[in-house]
């Protein structure tokens, strides 16, 4: 059964600063890892897509690495803006679930201005 | 924008009643998930749709049933609702046999049991 952990569980950093969101995951067949970000009360918006051959995505100032062999996923954005407040969830998908993803339990973070 | 809606936004119901939730999928996406989101908690998968059957479901009793339509909008139904019902129903679509297809969420439906 996929377990999916994420690490730190919550976050407070200054503007500006660079920052890293841990995912780990147990069962290494997977077909892709998504990484969400969820504001308040609200539904799921998604960021990056990494395929399971694929080493790290971009967008921005987000960029997403994975090593599927290790388990392991990090988020990292740069120049951390208050906007960037919310909480931060990785999904995995496995290669015989058809589109079930499973998730972490998040990482909730805070940018003071 | 993800093109996906859900209604209704926010609904309290009395234990033991019954609920409809209703989801509208982004356009061509034939597959629709349906996940619970208990406060403080990651999204939990309930069961899958793809082409009106069901093909995948999680850990959840029979009183949560589904629905999809041919325009592949979706219901999700709870029967005798129970007070750890409540939660934050998320309504997921993407397009399914592709090789790393997105998957979009709606903004859920905020169900308070009491």
């Known amino acids: 059964k996929q377990e999916v952990t994420q690490i730190p569980a919550a976050l407070s950093v200054p503007e500006g600063e660079n920052l890293v969101l841990n995912c780990s995951f147990t069962?290494?067949?997977?077909?892709?890892l998504q990484w969400f970000r969820q504001d308040p009360g609200k539904g799921l918006t998604s960021l990056l897509l990494?395929?399971?051959?694929?080493r790290e995505q971009t967008s921005g100032r987000l960029n997403a690495s994975l090593d599927k062999s290790s388990g392991r996923s990090t988020l990292y954005i740069a120049a951390s803006q208050p906007g960037d407040s919310a909480t931060y969830l990785c999904a995995v998908r496995q290669e015989t679930s058809g589109s079930r993803l499973t998730f972490g339990e998040g990482t909730q973070l805070t940018v003071n201005p | 924008e993800t093109g996906v809606t859900q209604s209704p936004t926010h609904l309290i119901k009395t234990r033991g009643q019954q609920v409809t939730l209703r989801c509208s999928s982004q356009?061509?996406?034939?597959?629709v998930s349906w996940y619970q989101q208990a406060l403080g908690q990651g999204p939990q998968f309930i069961f899958q749709?793809?082409?009106?059957?069901?093909?995948g479901r999680g850990n959840f009793p029979p009183r949560f049933s589904g629905l999809q339509f041919p325009n592949y909008s979706s219901e999700l139904n709870v029967n005798a609702l129970e007070l750890d019902d409540s939660a934050l129903y998320l309504c997921a679509s993407s397009l399914s046999g592709g090789g790393g297809n997105t998957i979009y969420f709606g903004e859920g439906s905020w169900l308070t049991v009491v």
């Open positions: 069962d290494s067949a997977i077909y892709n």
């Open positions: 356009s061509g996406h034939n597959t």
């Open positions: 990494i395929q399971s051959s694929q």
């Open positions: 749709y793809y082409r009106e059957e069901e093909n």
